[in-house]
């Protein structure tokens, strides 16, 4: 039942900023922890930033102090702000549910469990 949409990306310039969102629907229970992955062209996915319940946030280092997790909506929805972009943050962006155990964030690697992911491009 559960599904995740992203939306908000596009093609912006270097030290430009985007919003992503992604929007949680289709399930009764509450939602532990929601986190953001990217894959760059020809890489593996890696973690970018996580939410926990309570509002508890973590970030890649790569990503820390530049962008910004939070929740919307009556908490169905997760807003991820990304400032200073850089040439390197081009991917596509998808968001997850997991878990979290002692402030690391675990995700659920089911189909149901990721969105289809929105292509962020950074020019020079």
């Known amino acids: 039942q559960v599904q995740l949409v992203e939306s908000g990306g596009g093609l912006v310039q270097a030290g430009g900023s985007l919003r992503l969102s992604c929007l949680v629907s289709?399930?009764?229970?509450?939602?532990?922890?929601l986190g953001w992955y990217r894959q760059p062209p020809g890489k593996q996915r890696e973690w970018v930033a996580a939410?926990?319940?309570?509002?508890?946030?973590n970030y890649a280092d790569s990503v820390k102090g530049r962008f910004t997790l939070s929740n919307d909506n009556a908490e169905n929805t997760a807003s991820l702000k990304m400032h200073s972009l850089k040439p390197e943050d081009t991917a596509v962006y998808y968001c997850?549910?997991?878990?979290?155990?002692?402030?690391?964030?675990?995700?659920?690697?089911?189909?149901?469990?990721w969105g289809k992911g929105t292509t962020v491009t950074v020019s020079s």
């Open positions: 939410i926990f319940s309570g509002g508890a946030t």
């Open positions: 997850n549910l997991g878990t979290e155990y002692s402030g690391t964030y675990y995700p659920k690697y089911g189909d149901a469990y």
């Open positions: 289709g399930s009764s229970l509450t939602i532990n922890a």
